[in-house]
């Protein structure tokens, strides 16, 4: 590792020390941490389990919401194993590579989970504003195609952020990282040159997919409560709002949880390192977390397919 003027020149790692303020609890951090991991990736393993065996199962909802279960054990998978290296074992090294590998990861199964609830969103309008056309519009092909557009997109918009660290900051005035995992800015900011064009681009990246996303989210749901108040049958009120519970109690955590751990991350210089930290965790394993709970006790098919899984009888 060379240093130049006190700064250290194209380190080859980096130590992330973890949640800043908090190293003497951070193996009890952990736990909890371990056990939302567990939750989750169990959780959404059944759910794809179950929507794959299904046949009654393979309609657009509910292939969204296995392309959802497999983003979701992806995300987590990507960050909490080295995350527990820290906090149990204190191994806090990682590569300049492995770095920007996790990097790019993370930020593109967020990007890609983002298309998927926008694309969930726009399956719910067409089945309830237009439902004669539901089954012409949301072919097999065309969810192929919602499914490489989304991970397309999140791949070719988050490799430009990777590529200006990797070729444009050759300096840093240390490796110490101060967070759990490789988050673009906590990197950036190390760097001793001028990063006006990283936090740019991060903000065009950012408002470019979350943004985006979250303007036609909103809009859909928008549509779908006016049509859904216009039906003339209470109980067809509700059988249809019922629908779409469980997608909006998502949509508002994921995004929830994103806006205020990226704006706090940016804007807020006067809020504790920790919270900062903290709240990029949770941002990355709450999610995970909570969807596969939330779809299995507010979906019906995918609430009795699993009780039938535990109870071997049919629950009507």
């Given at each position: 590792?060379l ?12 130590a ?7 190293e ?18 169990l ?5 794809l389990v179950?929507?794959?065996y299904?046949?009654?199962l393979h309609?657009?909802?509910y ?9 979701d ?8 194993p080295?995350m527990?290296?820290?906090f149990w074992?204190?191994l ?13 990861l993370?930020h593109?199964?967020?990007a ?16 309830i ?8 519009i949301?072919?097999?092909q065309?969810l ?17 952020s990777?590529g200006?660290?990797?070729?444009c900051?050759k300096?840093?005035?240390t ?5 759990s995992?490789c988050e673009?800015?906590?990197i ?21 997919i979350l943004g ?21 049958q209470?109980?067809a009120?509700?059988k249809a ?12 955590q ?6 205020f751990?990226?704006f706090?991350?940016r804007f807020g ?7 900062h930290?903290?709240?990029?965790n949770l941002?990355l394993l709450v999610p995970?977390?909570l969807?596969p ?15 039938r899984?535990?109870f ?5």
């Amino acid at each position: 590792m060379l240093t130049f003027n006190g700064s250290v020149f194209m380190p080859s790692a980096f130590a992330l020390i973890g949640i800043p303020g908090l190293e003497s609890v951070q193996c009890w951090i952990g736990i909890p941490l371990s056990a939302m991991y567990l939750i989750g990736v169990l959780g959404n393993s059944l759910i794809l389990v179950i929507i794959k065996y299904e046949r009654s199962l393979h309609i657009p909802m509910y292939i969204f919401l296995a392309m959802l279960a497999a983003t979701d054990i992806a995300l987590s998978t990507c960050i909490l194993p080295k995350m527990l290296g820290i906090f149990w074992f204190h191994l806090p090294e990682i590569s300049f590579d492995a770095c920007l590998l996790q990097m790019w990861l993370i930020h593109s199964f967020q990007a890609i989970e983002s298309g998927i609830l926008l694309a969930m969103a726009l399956d719910r309008y067409v089945a309830i504003c237009n439902p004669l056309r539901h089954a012409t519009i949301f072919s097999q092909q065309f969810l192929t195609h919602i499914g490489l557009g989304v991970t397309l997109r999140a791949a070719i918009l988050i490799i430009p952020s990777i590529g200006l660290i990797k070729c444009c900051l050759k300096y840093y005035r240390t490796t110490v990282v101060s967070h759990s995992y490789c988050e673009h800015m906590a990197i950036v900011k190390l760097a001793t040159e001028d990063i006006r064009v990283n936090k740019i681009y991060g903000l065009f990246v950012a408002f470019a997919i979350l943004g985006f996303d979250i303007i036609f989210i909103t809009l859909s749901y928008v549509r779908i409560f006016i049509a859904v108040f216009q039906l003339p049958q209470k109980e067809a009120r509700f059988k249809a709002f019922n629908t779409c519970i469980a997608h909006i109690c998502v949509f508002l955590q994921f995004y929830l949880l994103a806006f205020f751990s990226f704006f706090t991350h940016r804007f807020g210089s006067h809020i504790p390192p920790y919270v900062h930290i903290l709240l990029s965790n949770l941002y990355l394993l709450v999610p995970p977390f909570l969807n596969p709970i939330v779809y299995g006790l507010k979906t019906k098919q995918i609430r009795d397919h699993v009780l039938r899984v535990f109870f071997f009888k049919k629950v009507t």
